[in-house]
């Protein structure tokens, strides 16, 4: 009988250890599951984040090859007598869908050789004619345009 009373005591014994176990073990796999949740969500914001810099950087790439890029015009220059061209001079093809005269009202101050829209090749020229009179005159014309290979459309004042 005394061996069968340590035999109970050492399997409640045992039987508290093992329990023991098995709360640390379920705490272990909590804590687990709480560092790997955090650390899926802190991958997640890493990625977003890099993804901001590509992005930023892409566009920092951007306007760094506009900056090395010649002007896309020049000009006015007088090419003889009243007619004065403005040149592309961006190495690359440019449409012009339009020409806006300012203010408005004064397109019968300006003559342009072209009818729009018209492509430009590099160092090709528009070329135009202003007129004056005592009743007014234009004070500048807006280029609207786009390099050909792109949907970006941009704007050029031309001051005469």
Same mark, same amino acid.
């Given at each position: 009988?005394a ?7 050492? @399997?409640?014994v045992?039987a ?8 640390a073990?379920e ?8 560092a ?7 991958s @997640?914001?890493?990625?977003?984040? *890099? ?13 760094a ?25 961006s190495?690359?093809?440019?449409v012009?869908e339009?020409?806006e ?8 101050f300006v ?5 729009f ?7 090709d020229?528009l070329? *135009? ?7 007014g ?6 280029l609207?345009?786009?390099f ?7 704007r050029?004042?031309?001051? *005469?």
């Amino acid at each position: 009988m005394a061996i069968a009373a340590v035999a109970a005591v050492a @399997a409640i014994v045992q039987a508290r250890a093992a329990h023991a176990s098995q709360i640390a073990a379920e705490d272990a796999r909590n804590e687990s599951r709480v560092a790997r949740d955090e650390a899926v969500r802190l991958s @997640a914001e890493a990625n977003e984040a *890099f993804k901001r810099q590509a992005v930023a950087q892409e566009r920092a790439n951007e306007l760094a090859e506009m900056k090395s890029r010649p002007p896309s015009w020049t000009g006015p220059r007088r090419v003889k007598g009243d007619i004065q061209g403005i040149g592309n001079t961006s190495g690359k093809v440019i449409v012009v869908e339009s020409v806006e005269v300012r203010p408005e009202g004064a397109d019968n101050f300006v003559t342009v050789d072209r009818e729009f829209p018209h492509s430009f090749q590099p160092g090709d020229e528009l070329r *135009f004619t202003t007129f004056s009179s005592i009743g007014g005159s234009a004070d500048d014309m807006i280029l609207h345009w786009r390099f050909a290979d792109s949907a970006e459309y941009h704007r050029t004042v031309v001051n *005469f």
